[in-house]
């Protein structure tokens, strides 16, 4: 199956607002039952915003309205989801009812937390699940999709090593086409909520906007190995999380799996068998040798 770094966030009309040392952060996690965590972490700082002469009640008012927006763009998709699934002719009845239990509910739209930050978490049943609701495709096309394989497989004489190399989300390009990648999206959008709901100056909103961001997976697999600035092992699962800037939102990532190159350690197996049934009959046959009773003839005077 093709290793695809996520490209469609849950909603593109978000705004956020950041000017803790948090950054935004995205995350996907394949736990070991199968199934798959999807998390999105908006910090909003109401102090930075206080300490800058914003009111509270501002502050309140601009967290209702991303967590809005959030909300909104959500249900959409759910909504969306809801309608794909009801009119694919590659599931059956039985795929279908299994296709939206699998997947989170209506009610998992509305994210939690306003003015200390905002968070969604969905879980999903397993990875076709993930990738159905996330991909916005058809089952055909999403297997054929998913089927694609374009890895880059490094052939090495005992080793096979298969790198996956992609941009996270915040490097994908924003469907705007003002904007090249979607952190510059978030940025611009962060400032225009704050010149919207502020009077707050050009070079103070460059101080408040975020500029960095964190992406993460999450996996139980001990071999997968990436080019991630940091890995974390918690409770059985390994995190691997990238540093993302706006300068370098496009930036590559790479993970890759190092698995034994199977017909040369099987020859070598055999070849080691071969030599080891060798040494070992010529063994036999010197203690034969050794064995024999040895015939003294006396010649008669």
Known sequence: MKKKILTILLCFGLVLLSGCSVPPQYGITQNGDGSVNQSLYIPFSATELRNNGVEIETCLEISNYIKGEFDKDYLNMYNNFIIRVN??????AQDKIALIRGCPTMEDMKGEGQLSGISYE???????????????????DLIA??????????????TNKRINKGQTIFGQNSEFDEYNSFAEYITNKCSEVLK??????????QTIVPTTYIYRYGTTSRRLHSDADLVRYINGIYY??????LENSTREISTWQITANANVWYTLALLCGIILAVV?????????????PQIEIIEPK
Not at 145 to 157: G, M
Not at 280 to 292: A, D, N, R, S, T
């Open 196 to 205: 919207q709901y502020t009077n707050l100056s050009d070079e103070v909103i």
């Open 87 to 92: 009119t694919d002719d590659g599931l059956s």
């Open 145 to 158: 999709e998913l089927n694609k394989d374009d890895s880059i497989v490094e052939n090495n004489f005992f």
């Open 240 to 245: 691997h999380e990238w540093n993302i800037t």
């Open 122 to 140: 969905f879980t999903f049943a397993s990875a076709i699940h993930y990738y159905y609701f996330n991909y916005g495709m058809y089952y055909k």
């Open 280 to 292: 070992l009959i010529i063994v036999c046959i010197i203690k034969e040798k050794k064995k024999k």
